[in-house]
């Protein structure tokens, strides 16, 4: 793998990565922003596999299964949340959520 | 060979100072073996006077010891070094010469005291200060000194200090020569701008103009006053009669007060340069004789007297300064340490019969105690200027030295010529009514006195004698040649030159001093010695206003409380009043205001928002990453 499609793909990654966050921040949806979580994290695995590959490292590559591992749980754990957030106020709006503050 | 021993005479008092202050502190035993603690301090500066007087029998050229580096300013050493030429040494003699004596009569006078080795550890204490202020070569030294014989002082009037009354005048001492040191610090410094150097002998090679002299003598000036006693700082010398009696007749009469005046001949090069500082010193030890005759006439607390006698003789030798006259100024320093200690001592064998100071409860006790009486009796009149008595030649060399500034044409002169005769006969006045008061008539206190032990009447003996021939060493120029002038201080003190006097005026001067001694004396023997307490009812009656005024000292006192340390005390309680509401008060609820406003602005950014919260993750993550490229 040479050094061009090694930029290439941190460049999709960063992409990505930028794209998750403008998910959290601009989208009001709970579900939404779990969404644009798993951008995130994938955007991270993206990094690890292309420099796994670049560097003919296997690691990188065996770090992509944890943060696979990682995603799944933080679903769970999100969704249950989704769950008993939209039970709780009818909503999975921020604006109903917002109770955490001064 | 006794240059090697120098070190040793000015260190030993130190070596006692220190050893009996911590042997006592830490090992309670030794405290209980007084006799041997003050016979150790008395034999340490006994050491130190046999060497300065066989330094003195050998004395050819200037000697230098004990130099090493003591600290440097602006990349000018400072060394510690002590000079041994004849006017520093001839103050050694008189300090350790004087301070053995009394250190010997201390042992019989504070041999039941508890606290003796505290004593005898600040007598030794002071007796180092006082040698570093008159050896030391460089003002910082002599300023090291000074401090020194002030703290000493402070520590020993204070020396019973469970009771306020002592305590506090040990304070009043203490702060009032503050006020004088800070003149010391500002002239030293002054002419360390003028000159680049502190070194006193090299001082001594400039050329000061007029403004400078004066700006810089009168500054040493004021700082005398503080440590000698005279106007304006002089009231804190008859509070340090609180003191042990000894300690008044080594530091408060012999010694300490003596180094303002000193301090004046050590500087004579500067004050040469100023007939018009020398006018003002003059006017002010003019001044201050007279204001304390005055009061002296009319004190009943013996001690009380002799300070007062004190601040006047000391003013009489600031006004022999003011004249020009400095050997004739040291020379009343050398013989009214012999007179003053032992009428001190004298008064402190009385005071040890009697238990009382007030002179109204004593009466008659020359046939209980003859040596103290007799000696007493000496004292009295050395100091009244009988000749050929010590006080005789001294006085009426400072007489005739203003009378002669006098007629070299300086009118104000004679002025300060007429105020010292008075006070002259009022010297021999009260200092008479003192000795019929005292040891002549009948007894009127309680009890029965007795003649205190040898180890007391040894000194007073030594003294009286003293008292007597001391004055020899500088016979008026009618009589013969001036030992004291022209073979000894000559050599390191320049005076201010004076046309001789014709023999037919100096006779004239010494037939009007001896006059109004023996009219003094005669006057005091006319009321106290026939009527005794009699005539101080008649004397009050006579003088009504002007004797109550005496008896309060003027009021100055009063008038320093009203003035200076009650607008002090004001100032203090303001600057109290305001500390306290700063700190108790606005300080605190200012800081808890400045955190709660704080709090308040921040707590906006917790909005509940999640994604106001992403923001801020990203933002401060872009911050970050700002900062680390910057670095990078």
Redesign the interface.
């Known amino acids: 793998m040479s050094v061009e499609v090694l930029y290439g793909v941190l460049s999709l990654s960063a992409c990505l990565f930028a794209l998750g966050?403008l998910t959290?921040?601009?989208?009001?949806n709970f579900l939404l922003?779990l969404l644009g979580l798993e951008m995130l994290i994938n955007a991270g695995n993206l990094n690890f596999l292309a420099f796994a590959r670049y560097h003919n490292d296997l690691t990188g590559a065996m770090f992509v299964l944890f943060g696979i591992c990682l995603a799944a749980v933080e679903a769970v754990i999100g969704l249950a949340l989704a769950v008993r957030f939209f039970r709780a106020h009818e909503s999975l709006g921020?604006?109903a959520?917002?109770?955490?503050?001064? | 060979m006794v240059e090697t021993l120098l070190p040793l005479a000015i260190g030993l008092p130190l070596i006692g100072a220190v050893s009996l202050g911590l042997g006592g502190l830490f090992i309670p035993a030794l405290r209980e073996a007084r006799q041997f603690l003050g016979g150790l301090a008395t034999a340490l500066v006994a050491v130190s006077f046999g060497i300065f007087f066989w330094t003195f029998l050998t004395y050819e050229k200037p000697l230098y010891v004990v130099s090493w580096d003591w600290f440097s300013i602006a990349g000018q050493p400072i060394p510690f070094r002590f000079g041994i030429e004849p006017l520093t040494l001839w103050m050694s003699l008189i300090i350790t010469g004087i301070g053995a004596l009394i250190h010997l009569y201390s042992i019989g006078y504070m041999g039941a005291e508890a606290g003796a080795w505290r004593y005898f550890a600040y007598l030794n204490l002071f007796i180092f200060a006082m040698l570093v202020l008159v050896l030391g070569d460089s003002l910082p030294l002599v300023f090291l000194g000074w401090e020194g014989v002030g703290l000493c002082s402070y520590l020993l009037i204070g020396f019973w200090y469970a009771e306020m009354a002592n305590a506090q005048a040990a304070q009043k001492a203490f702060i009032m020569n503050r006020l004088g040191d800070l003149a010391f610090i500002a002239g030293a410094i002054w002419l360390y701008r003028e000159t680049g150097t502190l070194d006193i002998d090299r001082l001594g090679g400039y050329i000061y103009s007029e403004d400078v002299a004066m700006g810089v003598g009168l500054l040493f000036f004021l700082a005398a006053t503080g440590k000698s006693a005279q106007i304006p700082l002089y009231t804190w010398l008859p509070d340090a009669m609180a003191g042990p009696t000894p300690v008044s007749a080594l530091i408060h009469a012999a010694t300490m007060v003596t180094a303002g005046v000193f301090l004046m001949a050590r500087l004579d090069f500067l004050l040469n340069a100023t007939p018009n500082a020398l006018l003002i010193i003059g006017g002010i030890g003019a001044t201050t004789a007279l204001l304390a005759a005055l009061i002296a006439i009319a004190q009943n607390d013996i001690k009380k007297v002799l300070a007062y006698s004190t601040v006047s003789q000391l003013g009489f030798m600031f006004a022999a300064v003011g004249a020009g006259a400095y050997i004739t100024a040291i020379f009343h320093v050398f013989t009214h340490a012999f007179f003053k200690a032992l009428l001190f001592l004298g008064s402190g064998s009385v005071i040890h019969a009697t238990h009382t100071q007030d002179i109204r409860r004593m009466g008659g006790l020359r046939r209980f105690m003859p040596i103290t009486g007799w000696t007493f009796w000496v004292g009295t009149l050395a100091i009244a200027g009988l000749p050929p008595l010590a006080g005789f030649f001294s006085k009426d060399e400072i007489l005739a030295s203003l009378y002669a500034r006098g007629a070299a044409g300086e009118a104000i002169y004679y002025l300060y010529w007429g105020v010292l005769l008075g006070v002259a006969f009022l010297t021999a006045f009260y200092m008479g009514r003192l000795a019929w008061l005292t040891f002549e008539g009948e007894y009127r206190g309680s009890g029965h006195p007795h003649e205190s032990p040898a180890v007391m009447t040894l000194p007073l003996i030594v003294l009286g004698v003293g008292s007597v021939i001391a004055g020899f060493v500088s016979v008026p120029p009618l009589v013969g040649a001036s030992w004291l002038r022209e073979k000894w201080l000559g050599r390191s003190v320049t005076e201010l030159p004076l046309e001789p006097l014709s023999h037919g005026v100096e006779v004239g001067l010494i037939l009007a001093s001896v006059l109004v001694a023996v009219a003094g004396l005669f006057l005091s023997w006319r009321l106290y010695g026939r009527t005794g307490l009699a005539a101080e009812a008649a004397l009050r009656e006579r003088l009504s206003r002007l004797y109550e005024l005496m008896a309060d000292a003027f009021r100055v006192d009063k008038l320093y409380d009203k003035t200076i340390v009650r607008s002090y005390e004001i100032l203090a309680d303001a600057a109290k009043d305001l500390a306290g509401q700063l700190t108790g008060r606005f300080l605190p609820s200012a800081i808890g205001m400045v955190i709660e406003k704080a709090g308040m602005a921040l707590q906006r950014l917790q909005v509940g928002y999640v994604p106001a919260y992403i923001a801020y993750l990203v933002a401060g993550g872009l911050l970050l990453l700002l900062i680390w490229l910057n670095w990078a």
């Open positions: 966050l959290l921040m601009l989208r009001r922003a921020f604006h959520i917002a109770s955490l503050r001064w």
